[in-house]
């Protein structure tokens, strides 16, 4: 028996529905139907606290999501149990597009035109081709890597970090502290698609923002905690960044009342960046589903060492 649940009934019906027709063979229940203790997976975005603890027979977690981080520091979550991620489920071209949106947006002066709108002038800047500006993208896992090598195909400068050494057809790739300090020095436009892991919180602090180029634009669509908001908004300020595209926040809903939210040089989104899309979530669980059941390793098992 397998468990699907979010906390949007609609959702789950939605999900049902599908998860029935791709794979007839297993029964698919919600939360409603379901015997907790003849539970062998589940699939979730959203589980109540302490449900976890009511299904000793559950062999496998299957995220709703590629970012696993409020999942893995839930008290009952067993330390024993299997959890795997999606690797896209639609997201990298979703990711894709809104990156792109903010780098375009960069390349064409389009914030600061905005600006000169609020203010009645009509001055024309100098246009700038995707050769001239220089992009780095933090995070090159199976989401920014197909980030990085769209926008090589662009024609912008493009340059990827991870923790660890790459190698991205098309992307020049860094890594380690070394790396991360090259790619700040050189970004126009720094896009940020890391998860949430203990080795990432806070790793855009003050001193790495300063690191950055004057006049450089940031674009996170990672996490909220990776980003120190007082220290984005000093350097908004002073003038030493150009602008700010945002997606996640340390807290989320953003409060009303945040300055973030009436900063000229700062546009907001509402963590939208890139929504799993239910028909190609449930293909690639379908599949892991598959794997499991022939005895073979599934795709997406999160490494509890790393957080991802």
Not at 49 to 55: E, H, I, Q
Not at 297 to 304: E, I, N, S, Y
Request: one cysteine or more; proline letters at 7%.
């Amino acid at each position: 028996m397998i468990l699907v649940h979010t906390p949007n009934p609609k959702e789950v019906s939605a999900y049902l529905e599908l998860f029935r027709a791709a794979m007839p063979e297993r029964q698919f229940v919600d939360l409603e139907h379901a015997q907790l203790s003849d539970i062998r997976h589940l699939v979730t975005w959203g589980l109540p606290d302490g449900l976890l603890a009511d299904m000793p027979r559950l062999e496998a977690l299957f995220a709703l999501g590629a970012g696993v981080d409020k999942l893995m520091t839930r008290p009952d979550l067993p330390a024993d149990l299997p959890v795997y991620r999606l690797l896209d489920g639609g997201m990298a071209a979703q990711m894709t597009e809104y990156i792109r949106y903010g780098v375009l947006g960069y390349q064409r002066n389009m914030d600061l035109y905005r600006r000169q709108q609020a203010t009645g002038q009509w001055r024309k800047l100098a246009p700038r081709l995707p050769g001239d500006i220089r992009v780095g993208i933090l995070g090159l896992g199976e989401i920014g890597s197909a980030v990085a090598q769209s926008l090589a195909r662009d024609g912008y400068q493009l340059s990827g970090w991870s923790r660890s050494p790459k190698n991205i057809e098309t992307v020049r790739c860094l890594h380690g502290e070394a790396g991360l300090a090259q790619l700040l020095a050189e970004s126009q436009v720094l896009a940020c698609v890391l998860p949430s892991t203990p080795d990432t919180r806070g790793l855009l602090n003050r001193q790495r923002l300063e690191a950055l180029p004057q006049g450089a634009m940031l674009i996170n669509a990672g996490r909220g905690d990776l980003l120190d908001q007082d220290a984005l908004l000093a350097l908004l300020d002073n003038g030493h960044l150009r602008c700010a595209q945002l997606d996640v926040f340390a807290e989320e809903p953003l409060p009303a009342d945040h300055p973030l939210w009436r900063h000229p040089a700062v546009a907001i989104t509402p963590h939208v960046a890139a929504i799993t899309l239910r028909q190609p979530a449930v293909e690639q669980i379908v599949a892991g589903l598959r794997q499991l059941a022939a005895g073979l390793p599934a795709a997406g098992l999160v490494q509890r060492a790393q957080g991802y």
